[in-house]
Each structure stands twice: as structure tokens, then as C-alpha cells.
């Protein structure tokens, strides 16, 4: 089986936003897999980044809003025959309990603003090699805690984030799934299609063979 490379392109601003929170969430998963301080060290700057992104714009509302929307829409299949109405089901209330969950945080990652070594990571991201061991010795300790240690804290820290990035995958997912592969030329790199009036687009997917 060919492998494929898919490029993405959002096409509006918070598809834009779940994208780069995906991103950031996998970041993030992708090095609490192994055991190094710089793996520890790469986690926590996808935290600050998770949290930089949360704390600037109102990304609560907004999975809230998408999810009702695709909610809505899902619903209104219940009533056609011939389609997997166990999957849609599940999917219908994956989203009303991620939507739930949603309404019940009042301010996300709030408590992490506070965060006295968070803060001192963040203002020293900003110097180019601001956090050499000199500058922030009590993070260079921190980093050489057994793993176990580090990972426990760092959990603790992307605990506000959990429901969010449940929900985030869930909307993407739905986007993703919503239509099929059509194969299509780019005559020297060049292509060009005409979308239809009535149609919402939120995202186009290019899969390219590697």
C-alpha cells in the first residue's frame, strides 16, 4: 500500500485554530512517549504553547460552537435508512458529552497562570538559549527528577486540556470523514475547481503519494 503525505488547508480562522491545537496535542503526546529530560523538556513547551494559545483567544466557545453545529447536523440523519445508525449514535453522543463537559470548565488552564516554574519557563523561551542551566538551575533539577516524577507533574499541568483535546479530534475527525478521495490532474502543478454556491467548505485535504 502507497503511503500518502495530506496537506491540509483551513479555510476559515477556527479551523485554522484546531489545526494548530492538534498539532500542539500531538506534539505533546508524541514526547510523553519517551523518557529523556529533552523529550520532559519538549512536552512542557507544547503545555506553555497549548496554554499561550487558550489564554489569547476563546477556543472553549468556539469547539462548543462547531461541535453544536456538527451536533445538529448528524441529527438530522437519524432518519435516513441504509446508514450506520450504531456509529452515528455514538458519534451524536461523543459530541453532546464532550459539549457538556465543555460548559462545565469556567476558566481554562487559569490555575497554570499561575504557575510559578511555568512562568519562569516562559519568560526565559524567549531568550535564545534562555534556559541553559545557568539561567534556570531550578528547571535543569526539575528535569533530571526520575521519570516518573516529571510525567506525574506534567499530566497534572495538560489535565485542563484533556476534554478540549478530546473535542478538538472529534470535530476534526468529523470534517475528515465527511467526504471521500476524489482523484484529480494538477496540469503543471496547476488546478483550479469552481466550489458550488451552497456548499460549506471548512477544509481541503491534498493526499499525494510519498
Not at 500518502?4 to 489545526?19: D, H, V
Not at 516554574?117 to 523561551?125: D, P, S
Not at 527528577?145 to 510525567?151: C, G, S, T
Request: charged fraction near 20%; glycine fraction near 4%; aromatic fraction near 8%.
Amino acid at each position: 500500500m502507497t503511503e500518502k503525505l495530506i496537506f491540509e488547508q483551513p479555510l476559515n480562522e477556527r479551523i485554522r485554530t484546531f489545526l494548530r491545537m492538534e498539532y500542539l496535542f500531538n506534539q505533546f503526546e508524541q514526547h510523553m512517549q519517551h523518557s529523556s529530560p529533552w523529550d520532559t523538556h519538549s512536552a512542557v513547551k507544547a503545555v506553555i504553547d497549548i496554554l499561550g494559545m487558550v489564554s489569547r483567544s476563546d477556543i472553549k466557545r468556539e469547539t462548543i460552537k462547531e461541535l453544536e453545529r456538527q451536533n445538529t447536523n448528524l441529527r438530522s440523519f437519524i432518519e435516513i435508512p441504509n446508514i450506520n445508525h450504531g456509529r452515528l449514535s455514538l458519534l451524536i453522543d461523543q459530541q453532546s458529552k464532550c459539549i457538556d463537559e465543555l460548559h462545565g470548565i469556567s476558566n481554562m488552564g487559569q490555575t497554570l497562570q499561575q504557575n510559578e516554574l511555568l512562568n519562569a519557563i516562559r519568560q526565559r523561551r524567549s531568550v535564545p538559549g534562555g534556559l541553559c542551566d545557568f539561567d534556570l538551575p531550578v528547571y535543569s533539577y526539575w528535569l533530571n527528577q526520575p521519570l516518573a516524577h516529571r510525567q506525574k507533574i506534567i499530566q497534572e499541568w495538560f489535565a485542563p486540556f484533556v476534554i478540549l483535546n478530546t473535542s478538538i479530534r472529534l470535530v476534526l475527525q468529523v470534517i475528515r470523514d465527511s467526504s471521500e478521495p476524489v482523484d484529480q490532474i494538477a496540469e503543471g502543478g496547476f488546478f483550479q475547481k469552481n466550489m458550488e454556491p451552497n456548499q460549506s467548505c471548512l477544509l481541503i485535504r491534498v493526499l499525494l503519494p510519498d
